[in-house]
């Protein structure tokens, strides 16, 4: 039995059994207001009660809405075109396989091109020391004892 409610175009409160009423239901949302970053979720949401055949049709409608010609030729890559892209491809990845290598690399005491090389610190004075030996016994004891409460 159909839900009257059904015949407002703004009711979107009824739960879609199969592909059709899924579709209907998103585009009822999408009339209101749904932003395109919201589709996935609506999508999911509009197909939450479908069972397995009736799922399968709404995806193909979400893959291919006009759906799949099946006199069109598939499209066939330019034998040409592929060679290029392969060796491109074949560039990339040992530029991108260098520069991860150089990355990673640690060098011992080797400077950074961005930074100036960096010179020892030179002591100008010996550090000095007072000649006074501190013997723990001798200090007296500073703390005092635990007040009686």
Same mark, same amino acid.
């Given at each position: 039995?159909?839900?009257?409610?059904?015949?407002?175009?703004?009711? *979107?409160?009824?739960?879609?059994?199969?592909? @059709?009423? %899924?579709? !209907? #239901?998103?585009?009822?949302?999408? &009339?209101?207001?749904?932003?395109?970053?919201?589709?996935?979720?609506?999508?999911?949401?509009?197909?939450?009660?479908?069972?397995?055949?009736?799922?399968?049709?709404?995806?193909?409608?979400?893959?291919?809405?006009?759906?799949?010609?099946?006199?069109?030729?598939?499209?066939?890559?330019?034998?040409?075109?592929?060679? *290029?892209?392969?060796?491109?491809?074949?560039? @990339?990845? %040992?530029? !991108? #396989?260098?520069?991860?290598?150089? &990355?990673?690399?640690?060098?011992?005491?080797?400077?950074?091109?961005?930074?100036?090389?960096?010179?020892?610190?030179?002591?100008?004075?010996?550090?000095?020391?007072?000649?006074?030996?501190?013997?723990?016994?001798?200090?007296?004891?500073?703390?005092?004892?635990?007040?009686?409460?």
């Amino acid at each position: 039995m159909m839900d009257y409610r059904r015949a407002d175009p703004n009711y *979107i409160g009824f739960v879609p059994e199969t592909a @059709a009423d %899924a579709i !209907d #239901l998103f585009f009822r949302m999408k &009339r209101l207001g749904l932003r395109p970053e919201h589709f996935p979720e609506a999508f999911v949401w509009c197909s939450r009660k479908l069972n397995d055949e009736e799922g399968v049709k709404f995806e193909e409608w979400l893959v291919a809405p006009q759906g799949v010609s099946k006199t069109r030729e598939l499209y066939t890559p330019d034998p040409e075109a592929e060679k *290029i892209r392969l060796q491109l491809l074949k560039e @990339a990845e %040992a530029r !991108d #396989l260098a520069d991860a290598l150089a &990355r990673n690399t640690i060098a011992e005491e080797s400077t950074s091109p961005l930074e100036p090389a960096q010179e020892p610190m030179e002591i100008l004075e010996p550090l000095q020391f007072d000649d006074m030996e501190v013997d723990d016994e001798k200090v007296p004891n500073t703390m005092s004892a635990p007040s009686e409460r």
